[in-house]
């Protein structure tokens, strides 16, 4: 987990330009690098680091002796890099998983190599021999890419948006800034002045395809058909490796544990590979919650089961609220279910930062997506609607989950990974018929607690225990977490303001006063970039006015049991 950020073509000075890249800094607290593009007076890339990989020898932009004129910033992890060095007997000059990208360009061009990459990414290539310039982002969109670009040519590239916002330029007083697309590359063109030109804009993977670095994987054989014990073994195999091939570090690995079924699985097989790894450290385990929180008490009998070294940590009320302000800038969002499910994981993020040598942090995110997991799937018209709404869902990770986990995690310097949004798991899961995906005997994610029902890798009632938000799950059920902060909101937003709302906010006018609250913190950062949020987050087939799954009919039904 780096922070990146590149300028094609500026036209004010690259010294205060430059400023706008320490916007970012908390992506990347062990190091800094700013470095001009030889030739380009108004070209540089800015990079801070947080050392995972090859701490000696991993500053950025990568360049190497074998391709003086190509030079790479990029943001992520590519976990098959030794495979492919291997298999293509590649000569590497340094220990850095992100090397092979420019093997790769250089062996068989950027379509090759975006699809050849197992792992998640965000990266800016440049090819000064070939005048080019590349961007490309991982296809579920897990580490983040911002970009500007101005009728003229000037381009600005950064991990987040607050990196760009308040860069110069004579042309455009108001840079307009859009999130980089996940699953896509650009190619474009690199003009002698240092200004751009695109040329093309490809989506060059679909969540349900097999990916193309599948040919070289050393996963075992899987079998083949859709019998359910075929099926049930082939994602055991594949969730198992999902896990294995993240343990890719030199820093000191933990896990969020909120007690659900999705970090409890990742947790347990993650603690059974550090075991057999020979890893020297106990994992660490982290769960956040107020007093009488479900998830606190699931989360210890997880701990207890699997003999993590579990930490709990305890908030209240007023601390969340206190910290809506710091979110809100962090995510770049008001969307309303992700700034609350965004409190717990920002305040766990800054206990882990601070009181532990945790850095790259494991995590259940992009299972409710993949594997039908919210309750409203118990809604679905049909298996078929359920399937599309769960690849929709998975597209538009990025602009939500993938989001707050990585900005609330980032913005204390730690590094998470997704093993449910693993590329070979993923499309193995979305390939397989609707009708196996589906919620069963009012449980959803069925096929997901059958496939490890065996494995006494967590407690049975863990296993099978019911969908809780993350956002709700960290408060009693007698007063959720949605609650107490509508309840502080109501006192904050008058219904004068809200009567006005559609005309001060025409884009996404909220409805709701939390809604109100939010949007103007949001505004008050980020003035004109309402955007950047395409809706809001809602439940589909269900008439609730509110994303909370504690007001749906399915919840309240299974909570009375």
Request: overall charge neutral; proline content about 4%.
């Amino acid at each position: 987990m780096c922070g990146i950020w590149a300028l094609f073509g500026s036209d004010d000075c690259l010294s205060v330009q430059c400023l706008s890249a320490m916007k970012i800094a908390h992506r990347g607290p062990d190091a800094f690098r700013f470095e001009n593009v030889n030739g380009y007076t108004n070209c540089c890339f800015g990079f801070h680091r947080l050392a995972v990989v090859d701490q000696l020898f991993g500053m950025q932009p990568i360049r190497v002796k074998k391709y003086p004129y190509l030079w790479l910033c990029y943001n992520g992890e590519i976990y098959n890099h030794k495979k492919l060095q291997h298999h293509f007997e590649f000569e590497y000059q340094t220990k850095v998983d992100g090397e092979i990208i420019l093997h790769l360009y250089d062996k068989g061009g950027i379509e090759q190599t975006v699809c050849m990459l197992d792992g998640v990414f965000a990266f800016i290539l440049l090819d000064t021999a070939n005048k080019k310039v590349f961007l490309g982002r991982d296809t579920y969109g897990v580490r983040p890419l911002f970009k500007a670009v101005t009728e003229d040519g000037f381009l600005a590239v950064c991990s987040e948006a607050k990196g760009l916002i308040n860069l110069k330029h004579s042309m455009t007083p108001f840079l307009k800034v859009e999130p980089f697309l996940p699953g896509h590359y650009e190619v474009l063109d690199l003009k002698p002045n240092g200004k751009v030109a695109s040329v093309e804009m490809v989506k060059y993977h679909n969540c349900r395809d097999e990916p193309l670095h599948a040919l070289y994987d050393s996963v075992e054989k899987l079998f083949p058909g859709f019998e359910i014990e075929t099926v049930k073994n082939n994602l055991r195999i594949l969730f198992d490796n999902a896990i294995k091939k993240r343990l890719m570090t030199d820093r000191r690995i933990g896990c969020l544990l909120s007690g659900g079924l999705d970090s409890s699985l990742v947790a347990a097989i993650l603690l059974k590979q550090l075991k057999e790894a020979k890893v020297q450290y106990p994992l660490q385990t982290f769960a956040i919650g107020m007093e009488d929180s479900p998830d606190l008490l699931a989360a210890r009998k997880v701990a207890n089961h699997i003999g993590s070294e579990h930490h709990e940590v305890l908030f209240n009320s007023e601390e969340g609220i206190q910290v809506l302000d710091e979110v809100i800038f962090s995510l770049e969002t008001y969307d309303i279910t992700t700034v609350r499910a965004s409190v717990g994981m920002y305040l766990i993020s800054k206990y882990i930062r601070k009181n532990t040598d945790s850095v790259v942090i494991f995590s259940g995110e992009g299972s409710d997506e993949l594997t039908q997991g919210y309750i409203y799937f118990h809604k679905a018209p049909s298996p078929e609607k359920a399937e599309e709404e769960s690849e929709r869902l998975l597209k538009e990770l990025y602009l939500f989950d993938v989001l707050r986990a990585d900005r609330t995690t980032a913005a204390h310097g730690l590094e998470l990974r997704v093993p449910f949004l693993d590329h070979r798991f993923s499309s193995y899961y979305m390939s397989l018929p609707p009708n196996m995906k589906t919620p069963k005997n009012g449980i959803e994610k069925h096929l997901l607690r059958e496939t490890f029902e065996d494995s006494n890798l967590i407690p049975k009632e863990i296993l099978w225990r019911p969908k809780e938000a993350f956002s709700d799950g960290i408060t009693s059920v007698k007063n959720s977490w949605f609650r107490i902060l509508q309840e502080y909101i109501d006192h904050q937003v008058d219904d004068a303001v809200m009567a006005s709302a559609a005309q001060k906010f025409a884009v996404n006018t909220p409805k709701t006063k939390e809604a109100y609250y939010y949007r103007q913190i949001f505004e008050r950062h980020y003035p004109g970039r309402a955007d950047w949020l395409p809706h809001y987050w809602m439940p589909r087939w269900t008439s609730a006015t509110d994303p909370s799954a504690r007001t749906l009919t399915h919840y309240k039904a299974t909570a009375k049991a």
